[in-house]
């Protein structure tokens, strides 16, 4: 099983630029998240699903969009990159709120 | 939301047992608690996690109490390799919100 996998790894977009993080799963999890992390600081929830078709706001959600069409899929779009937005952003995917979760490799976007 | 509270930070001696807190005096009944860590550049990774009884796996045990309104992790036997960021996160109506956590320093 490949798990969580983020594309691409590393990506460096400038002011104003917009872009998709891609995250997909293969273990048939209905939920799946995405965080940010800033430099030497912790996880912040953007947007989770709890299910195809269904998104909901996390902790930092404003400059990001999200959807979910399949189970299997659940990209974070990045309409007008700001510096702000520089930070490795990690998807993760659990069959349910109460089991394990598993995370992707991470995306280390850079806004110049 | 899925609020915990732990220590910053914990110091532990190689070879030694690590008990590592985490408070959850508002957790509902079916709330579960989960335990994840961040080793230094790299993702989380899942530890363990439990509802009622005590859970034990090939990494940890988890140590809940009756009231269930706190938790311990416990590492056994300390390595090097267990050096990281630990998250405490309860399933609230907002499943997997990082706290903190605590950053365990093992010496060698």
């Known amino acids: 099983n490949a798990g969580v996998t983020q594309t691409p790894k590393f990506r460096i977009l400038k002011i104003g630029q917009s872009m998709t993080l891609q995250c997909t799963q293969d273990?048939?999890?209905?939920?799946m998240y995405w965080y940010r992390q800033d430099p030497g600081m912790g996880l912040k929830l953007i947007y989770y699903s709890v299910g195809a078709g269904i998104t909901d706001k996390g902790e930092v959600p404003n400059g990001y969009n999200v959807s979910r069409s399949t189970t299997e899929d659940f990209p974070l779009r990045l309409e007008l990159a700001a510096p702000s937005q520089t930070s490795v952003y990690f998807c993760?995917?659990?069959?349910?709120?109460?089991?394990?979760?598993?995370f992707g490799q991470g995306t280390r976007l850079t806004v110049v | 939301d899925a609020k915990t509270t732990q220590p910053n930070s914990m110091e532990s001696n190689e070879e030694e047992p690590v008990h590592l807190p985490c408070n959850h005096s508002t957790i509902s009944g079916t709330d579960y608690i989960h335990w994840y860590r961040q080793l230094p550049s790299q993702g989380p990774e899942y530890v363990i996690h439990?509802?009622?009884s005590n859970v034990n796996n090939r990494m940890a045990s988890l140590a809940i109490a009756e009231d269930r309104k706190s938790s311990t992790l416990i590492l056994h036997r300390a390595t090097l390799r267990d050096a990281a960021v630990y998250y405490c996160?309860?399933?609230?109506?907002?499943?997997?919100?990082f706290g903190k956590g605590t950053r365990l320093s093992v010496i060698a």
């Open positions: 439990g509802l009622t």
């Open positions: 273990m048939n999890h209905n939920y």
């Open positions: 996160i309860r399933s609230g109506n907002t499943p997997l919100v």
């Open positions: 993760a995917s659990s069959l349910d709120r109460n089991t394990e979760a598993f």
